[in-house]
């Protein structure tokens, strides 16, 4: 167990920030905690920024998770607009960006994730714009009146969410997307056609398997030409083409990184008395057998839980099946798992897929029927295998394909 007199930092204010500071309490941890970030606002959780915020439904500050005296109140030193510059790890120690010098017992680092920004686009044009923070959702949002012409540049998750809500208010939207589907990185084509299909009926505009040439404009952004020449007139674009995980900060002082900081189940970088949690890591799961790097709300909250508890003195594993989900024109998409390569598709009427690896549960996407996801998650954490002939079959309850799953498996 850790002792009162041991002082843990946590740089990097955001959702798991937040939750790490505050598992740290819960989980009786006694010493100092100091709650670094660069933002100006208190930790918040960024989902709402491209739902009810962008639909004007809600102010951006109810995505902030405490106000601010709910730290001082906890024993949280709680220190915004702060930039962590440098890791001494030798000395235990962290340099902000003004000068100061900060001991810690244990580093966690919660750095998170900025937007990638598209090559080629130019700076400072009006109109042309990305979402990460609420600052970012507060200036789009400004942006979404009726009868303007919005060009989405990327066709993931976040770009889905922005075209559902300029449509819903109002907008004329087209989606651009070089990759031959919607959600390439995280969807097999045959169910992120759902998607797509889900969008084009509403009148959302797909221009799918073409590269955005250039965004023009003269002070405010006027159009997007395409490489095959298309010009698309555009009052707003909004551009979701990635994230980059904020690792450098770790990696300078000599941690191990690879498509994130990699730490292992106990939320442990290769430096010493050095956590992480959230998007910036690359983790292993023991569930799926593979490493991961996860964008997702529950990594940011969950990892940050286990990594708090694991500095406090409890050792626990982090090893959850992955859960995302997203709200785009009334239709509500819970994901669990992962996909792979090579994936067979099974559906179960229009609003479950499923895919299979080897005969095994790895990924399930609910459109609308999120009730079922909680049974997919622990069929993919049976590792059975399936029949796809009953996955298939909706008039089999899944809650009973998990029975049939779990019995065969503990059958001698
Ligand atoms: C618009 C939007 C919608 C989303 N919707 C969903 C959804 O529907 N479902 C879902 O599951 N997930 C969603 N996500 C993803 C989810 O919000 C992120 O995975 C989550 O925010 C990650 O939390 P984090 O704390 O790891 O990182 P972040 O939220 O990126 O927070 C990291 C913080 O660290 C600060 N920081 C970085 N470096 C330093 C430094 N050197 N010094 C001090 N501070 C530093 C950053 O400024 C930032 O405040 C969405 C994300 C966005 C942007």
Not at 280 to 291: A, E, F, Q, S
Request: hydrophobic share 45%; aromatic share 4%.
């Amino acid at each position: 167990m850790s002792s009162a007199t041991e002082r843990v930092l946590i740089v990097g204010a955001g959702q798991a920030g937040g939750r790490a500071a505050e598992a740290l309490r819960a989980a009786g941890f006694a010493g100092e905690v100091v709650l670094i970030g660069e933002e100006r606002h208190e930790p918040y959780e960024r989902p709402r920024l491209s739902k009810s915020v962008l639909l004007s439904e809600e102010p951006a500050a109810a995505a902030i998770i405490h106000p601010r005296d709910w730290y001082a109140a906890h024993g949280v030193a709680l220190r915004t607009r702060t930039r962590v510059e440098a890791i001494a790890p030798g000395r235990q120690t962290v340099i902000t960006a003004d000068g100061q010098r900060l001991e810690y017992d244990k580093l966690l680092l919660c750095t998170g994730s900025r937007v990638r920004p598209l090559t080629g686009a130019p700076d400072g044009l009006q109109g042309v714009h990305y979402l990460r923070t609420i600052e970012d959702s507060e200036r789009l949002a400004a942006e979404l009146l009726p009868g303007r012409r919005m060009v989405v540049i990327g066709g993931g998750f976040i770009g889905m969410e922005v075209a559902s809500s300029a449509l819903k208010r109002g907008l004329a939207v087209t989606v651009v997307e070089r990759q031959g589907a919607l959600l390439d990185r995280v969807l097999p084509p045959a169910i992120a056609a759902q998607v797509a299909a889900l969008h084009t009926a509403h009148g959302v505009a797909l221009r799918l398997g073409v590269p955005v040439a250039r965004i023009h404009g003269n002070g405010a952004v006027k159009c997007v030409e395409l490489a095959d020449g298309a010009e698309l007139p555009a009052d707003v674009v909004a551009i979701g083409v990635g994230i980059i995980p904020n690792t450098e900060l770790a990696e300078t002082a000599g941690a191990a990184s690879s498509d994130g900081l990699v730490v292992d189940e106990y939320c442990r970088t290769s430096l010493a008395n050095v956590y992480a949690a959230g998007d910036v890591t690359n983790h292993y799961n023991p569930i799926l057998d593979r490493r991961v790097r996860l964008e997702s709300w529950q990594n940011a909250q969950n990892q940050a839980i286990v990594a708090a508890r694991n500095i406090a003195g409890t050792a626990q594993p982090y090893a959850e099946v992955p859960w995302f989900w997203s709200d785009q024109l009334g239709t509500n998409i819970q994901m669990v798992g992962v996909a792979e390569p090579q994936m067979d598709i099974v559906w179960r009427g229009s609003r479950i897929a499923f895919g299979l690896v080897q005969g095994r549960l790895r990924l399930a996407v609910a459109f609308n029927a999120g009730g079922e996801i909680r049974f997919a998650r622990r069929l993919i954490e049976s590792r059975a295998l399936l029949s796809k002939d009953r996955l298939a079959d909706a008039a089999i309850k899944l809650k009973d394909l998990l029975s049939e799953a779990t019995c065969s498996a503990s059958t001698p």
